[in-house]
């Protein structure tokens, strides 16, 4: 069973920085590209930052609004990718879910998604 396991999510001042952590199992981790997304409450979600596997060249990829801020991280001896996330703003405020994308061949990709974890950023 795929599974995606998020943490590292909790308050922090704004100015500070967070570390999301992304544990993956079930699947060709190591073959996957991963990603972070989040939804802030009203909004839709939106991507944060991917990073492809190291067999696709291990590219990274970043919204505007993470551009400077925040690095994506994949070590795929342990199956995870994390977000370092710095000089964080109230606007960041949304949960944050992991995401895996498993090539099928021909078939395409097929998408697996963590259930979130909570940043909020407030004084």
């Known amino acids: 069973q795929e599974e995606l396991v998020e943490s590292g999510g909790g308050l922090v001042q704004p100015g500070g920085s967070l570390r999301l952590s992304c544990k993956g199992s079930g699947f060709l981790f190591r073959r996957s590209k991963m990603s972070w997304h989040r939804q802030a409450p009203g909004k839709e979600r939106e991507l944060v930052a991917s990073?492809?596997?190291?067999?696709?060249?291990?590219?990274?990829t970043y919204a505007e609004f993470a551009k400077g801020r925040f690095a994506i991280f994949r070590d795929d001896d342990e199956d995870t990718v994390s977000l370092q996330m710095a000089r964080l703003l109230p606007e960041d405020t949304a949960v944050y879910y992991c995401q895996a994308e498993e090539p099928m061949g021909r078939f395409g990709t097929l998408p697996y998604w963590g259930r979130g974890t909570q940043v909020t950023v407030s004084s």
């Open positions: 990073i492809s596997s190291n067999s696709e060249g291990g590219g990274t």
